[in-house]
């Protein structure tokens, strides 16, 4: 059974155009994850209006996909799961008096200074071998340690990469990875004009897309975390970031106008579409986008993980799951975790997916790579064949500390505008400093 709360998301225009560019996606985004709700929600109602279980195990999460994981669950388990979908869990603990609450919590943004407050640690399933750590990701798994003991389980990732048209894969050195430095020289070459000095062909422009020029400050150290009811950064690095794009805009491509009035009249299609134009060589997507295309949008094209030639930056939304501190039956929840993390699971619900015609609008598990590491090098190539000679590397995987719960906001509201703002060319007046946005949030908030 799939419950849903209900709160209305934020309206905000202005900030909305740092966030969205032409052909961003091939499916809405929105529409797609509805079909799936929907669909998914009905399935996991039918299925548990036929159990008269009365202690049902609680899952809240953000996660629609785990309706369906949760009927498999179900179809196997004398336990019987029941999906509470919450579009913030993180932000909802703890529960309302008059709720029910969780007994385990699947959800993004669950890492912060209330992890220990809301969940109980984990560390004794892997002493009595009901899951092992040696089979996740280590990055990952350190990332739901705090002061030693395991409170969050990772469940999926997500990278970012550069894709491009196969035609013009033979341009790059590296078959895994482009650095920051690469993409510049290449984009620069791949630049043409015609006699009247206008671009017919950009390679890439950092002002395309300001979730390029966010993890690019991420690989060039701000290190965003944290920090009491909001967050931090390295101001030096950031600032080291934006001159970098800048310098990019004025010695590659003339302008930040340029470049925006060359997307505006030749990149108005999906970013699958841009690259086989011919008029641009590189675009920005994230792992999850890519790989949701599917075989028949992405069989000519190449991708590369977006790199500093050392780490790949873990997208900041990674799912996690914890067991919370009140939970009613904490060995039912304990059959439910051993139960997802096992690879022959996440087989089966990768197969669900591709029966279910759901693998061109969600990719892997639950949207992203899984946490097991067997599960990605053994299982996700013969779903998604271009993995085969591509497979993120452990030892690139890079985590940067712990973001605030509301750090979606803080991005899209904050830092995302300063950047596209700050790393403009053509700014007549010094955008507001991030310091200084921060402060107003703070002011309408507090």
């Not at 975790?337 to 669900?352: A, P, V, Y």
Request: some cysteine.
């Amino acid at each position: 059974m799939t419950q849903r709360t209900h709160s209305h998301p934020v309206k905000n225009s202005a900030v909305r155009k740092h966030r969205r560019f032409p052909g961003s996606r091939h499916i809405p985004a929105g529409a797609a994850k509805l079909c799936i709700a929907a669909l998914l929600a009905i399935q996991a109602i039918i299925s548990f209006s036929c159990t008269q279980q009365q202690n049902p195990l609680i899952i809240w999460t953000d996660q629609e996909e785990f309706a369906s994981y949760t009927e498999l669950f179900n179809a196997s388990h004398g336990v019987k799961a029941v999906v509470v979908y919450k579009k913030e869990p993180s932000r909802s603990l703890p529960p309302a008096k008059d709720e029910q609450p969780p007994d385990i919590v699947i959800a993004s943004w669950l890492k912060n200074s209330a992890t220990r407050k809301n969940f109980s640690p984990l560390d004794y399933m892997f002493g009595e071998q009901k899951i092992t750590k040696e089979a996740f990701y280590e990055e990952l798994l350190d990332y739901g340690e705090i002061n030693g003991a395991q409170y969050l389980l990772p469940v999926n990732f997500n990278i970012p990469a550069m894709v491009l048209s196969k035609e013009n894969d033979a341009v790059l050195d590296d078959d895994h990875i482009i650095s920051i430095g690469a993409l510049k020289r290449k984009s620069e070459e791949f630049n043409k004009k015609a006699q009247n000095g206008s671009f017919t062909a950009m390679g890439y422009a950092p002002s395309w897309d300001s979730d390029f020029a966010y993890q690019l400050s991420k690989l060039q150290g701000a290190q965003y975390q944290e920090h009491g009811t909001t967050f931090s950064w390295n101001s030096e690095a950031l600032q080291l970031s934006v001159d970098y794009l800048q310098n990019w805009t004025s010695s590659c491509n003339t302008s930040t106008e340029t470049e925006q009035n060359f997307q505006f009249k030749y990149l108005y299609i999906p970013k699958y579409q841009q690259v086989a134009s011919g008029h641009c060589l590189f675009a920005y997507m994230s792992s999850k986008d890519f790989f949701s295309l599917g075989e028949g949008l992405a069989e000519n094209l190449s991708f590369r993980w977006l790199s500093d030639g050392k780490k790949i930056m873990v997208e900041d939304d990674i799912v996690m799951l914890g067991l919370y501190r009140h939970a009613k039956d904490s060995q039912k929840a304990e059959q439910f975790i051993e139960w997802l993390f096992k690879e022959d699971t996440q087989r089966q619900m990768l197969e669900r997916a591709r029966d279910m015609k759901l693998a061109t609008v969600q990719f892997g598990i639950a949207g992203g790579f899984s946490s097991i590491k067997n599960v990605n090098t053994s299982i996700f190539p013969s779903c998604y064949r271009m993995l085969l000679s591509n497979l993120p590397a452990e030892e690139y995987l890079y985590i940067d500390g712990m973001l605030p719960a509301r750090w979606p906001q803080f991005k899209e509201r904050l830092v995302l505008p300063y950047l596209a703002e700050s790393m403009a060319t053509s700014s007549k007046e010094s955008p507001q400093s991030l310091e200084e946005r921060l402060a107003a949030w703070n002011r309408q908030v507090y």
